[in-house]
């Protein structure tokens, strides 16, 4: 990272950070060309593992890109306010920022999609303890972000 100076590597931060954040952009490969796509997402720290889940359809362009290539990069963002100058460029915006690289699937296992489903909901509703019917759980995909690489910064 460039900015040493905006740099957060307290883990307990960064996770405040994930957690305030409503959206998570993925960024995968078509061919030769990027594809961003911004995501309701989850997270959860198990100690030697960050995850993402995510939920979707399970035909379109982003499963076929997931499926011919596990690597993904992913970003967000939060906390975002304007800091005004009396001179255009010293203009400037408050912000927080997490931006990283994974491995990314498609989830088979039942019990894990719907533990995925379980942090989702929690995530936006702050509630954990949701029932879901198996017939649209097998409709729908859960897709999981494994975290390799993650920064953290911020403007304040």
């Given amino acids: 990272m460039r900015r040493k100076d905006r740099e957060i590597i307290d883990k307990e931060k960064i996770e405040q950070i994930i957690q305030s954040c409503d959206c998570c952009r993925i960024g995968l490969v078509d061919k030769d060309k990027p594809y961003i796509i911004p ?72 019990n894990e999609k719907i533990n995925g489903l379980q942090l989702l909901m929690k995530h936006y509703s702050d509630k954990d303890n949701w029932s879901f019917n198996e017939k649209i759980i097998e409709e729908i995909a859960v897709i999981k972000l494994e975290v390799e690489e993650i920064t953290c910064k911020e403007n304040q």
Wanted: aromatic share 14%.
């Fill in 39 to 110: 995501l309701n997402f989850a997270y959860i720290n198990e100690g030697d593992k960050q995850l993402f889940y995510f939920h979707g359809s399970k035909i379109g362009r982003k499963i076929d890109l997931i499926n011919k290539n596990k690597y993904a990069g992913f970003e967000m963002d939060t906390n975002h306010m304007l800091k005004k100058s009396e001179e255009a460029c010293k203009y400037s915006f408050k912000y927080q920022s997490i931006i990283g690289t994974g491995i990314i699937t498609i989830v088979t296992d039942l």
